[in-house]
């Protein structure tokens, strides 16, 4: 399957597990020009490596209880928000780093995957509002770089639901989201439908 094929293919996984898990309307009603109910998919720019497999999701759920638990220099698990350096300062995950997806080249891959040469256990989680978009496509061209280098082991993953459900949980939670701004958020999570059954907050 060619890497063209083989992204189409794995967006269309991923949105559909968007679907089952946190239904979303068409948020221009909210006026906002960022977000809207269509995802603007990006293919990773210099990536000829094919991807044997699509990044996993991790739950928010998960994630909270990660950031819950004291960890001292524990540089494990490491959270990237690829939203602009704007929206970052508007309200991020506790933690997390800014890496916009404008800059996040291939060096840049290469570069956050040798990182973790050698080690074991570590994991890249990617964040954003536009999700699954440009978190799904930050995370292949990660992927794609852990094979060029020869990373194994490192395991990336995608924030379920995105930034906009971590907010719609944790908005209001200033040890779990630094910076939030409700002004700006609340008027497009209002947007958003409640998640399906069996998915706690």
């Not at 570590?122 to 992927?143: C, E, K, N, Y």
Request: proline share 4%; hydrophobic share 40%; glycine share 6%.
């Amino acid at each position: 399957m060619s890497f063209k094929n083989d992204f189409k293919s794995k967006k269309k996984d991923f949105l559909l597990c968007k679907e089952e898990s946190f239904e979303m309307t068409d948020l221009a009603a909210a006026g906002s020009t960022t977000y809207s109910g269509n995802f603007r998919m990006k293919k990773p720019d210099n990536v000829q490596l094919a991807i044997p497999e699509a990044p996993e999701l991790i739950s928010r759920e998960a994630l909270k209880a990660f950031l819950e638990v004291p960890r001292a220099n524990d540089s494990s698990v490491e959270i990237i928000d690829v939203r602009s350096y704007e929206e970052f300062a508007s309200g991020a995950i506790t933690g997390s780093v800014n890496i916009p997806y404008e800059t996040f080249t291939p060096d840049a891959a290469k570069e956050l995957a040798q990182k973790h040469y050698g080690t074991v256990g570590h994991s890249v989680v990617f964040a954003s509002t536009q999700s699954p978009d440009l978190d799904l496509s930050a995370a292949l061209v990660l992927m794609g770089a852990c094979q060029e280098v020869g990373v194994k082991g490192l395991e990336v993953l995608i924030l379920q639901m995105g930034l906009l459900g971590w907010f719609q949980a944790y908005g209001d939670n200033v040890a779990l989201t630094q910076n939030f701004l409700s002004e700006k958020w609340q008027p497009i999570l209002s947007q958003l439908k409640s998640p399906s059954k069996g998915s706690n907050a």
